[in-house]
Antibody
């Protein structure tokens, strides 16, 4: 069964940094684009960042551009999100998501992890 | 980046059909057939229900169907059941290599 397991969330002070990880299993990780999506408490879903299957192309929502960096390590089947200059507005559950089809990108967000909570507060 | 517009809530009786709309622009919903719909139960991760406007992943009930006309996509749930009561989100590719979700709709089975 395809599985995505996020880790790395927690409480961080405003202005701080955090790195999220997402361990993937049961599929050929290097064949699929991957994403991060977040959901603030009681709010809707927000696209955060995308990375192509090779890692050669990365994209960011305007709200995180310049502060977040997405990356992947295919040898470890792991997706990362390095977050810096965090503010209260970044408080959310962060989901790791797999693209449905190979080669394609930003078409269908297929399999979702269970999410990891990031809280930015002093 | 503005979200796609969905009604905040939709309700129906068991057995009835309901439709949730998702309105965007020619830069997203109207310009691409990459509209998806997700179901999210409280405290759980979203689950893909419809992709590419009208396709159902394996395992999703045929009671769920999708369509699109112009800049508005729709999700129809037929034969409404108590277990369908939860939140639904649409999404679409948006020109400029970005992605957008809808504002979300709470479905209530009355």
């Amino acid at each position: 069964e395809v599985q995505l397991v996020e880790s790395g969330g927690g409480l961080v002070q405003p202005g701080g940094s955090l790195r999220l990880s997402c361990s993937a299993s049961a599929f050929t990780f290097s064949n699929y684009a991957m994403y991060w999506v977040r959901q603030a408490p009681g709010k809707g879903l927000e696209y955060v960042s995308a990375i192509s299957n090779t890692g050669g192309n990365t994209y960011y929502a305007d709200s995180v551009k310049g502060r977040f960096t997405i990356s992947r390590d295919s040898s470890k089947s792991t997706l990362y999100l390095q977050m810096s200059s965090l503010g209260p507005e970044d408080t959310a559950v962060y989901y790791c998501v797999k693209e449905r089809g190979t080669v394609t990108m930003m078409r269908t967000f297929d399999i979702w992890g269970q999410g990891t909570m990031v809280t930015v507060s002093s | 980046q503005s979200a796609l517009t969905q009604p905040a809530s939709v309700s129906g009786s068991p057995g009835q059909s309901i439709t949730i709309s998702c309105t965007g622009t020619s830069s997203d919903v109207g310009g691409y057939d990459y509209v998806s719909w997700y179901q999210q139960h409280p405290g759980k991760a979203p689950q893909l229900m419809i992709y590419d406007v009208s396709n159902r992943p394996s395992g999703v009930s045929s009671r769920f169907s999708g369509s699109k006309s112009g800049n508005t996509a729709s999700l129809t749930i037929s034969g409404l059941q108590a277990e369908d009561e939860t939140d639904y989100y649409c999404s679409s590719y948006r020109s400029g290599s970005t992605y957008v979700f809808g504002t979300g709709t709470k479905v209530t089975v009355v």
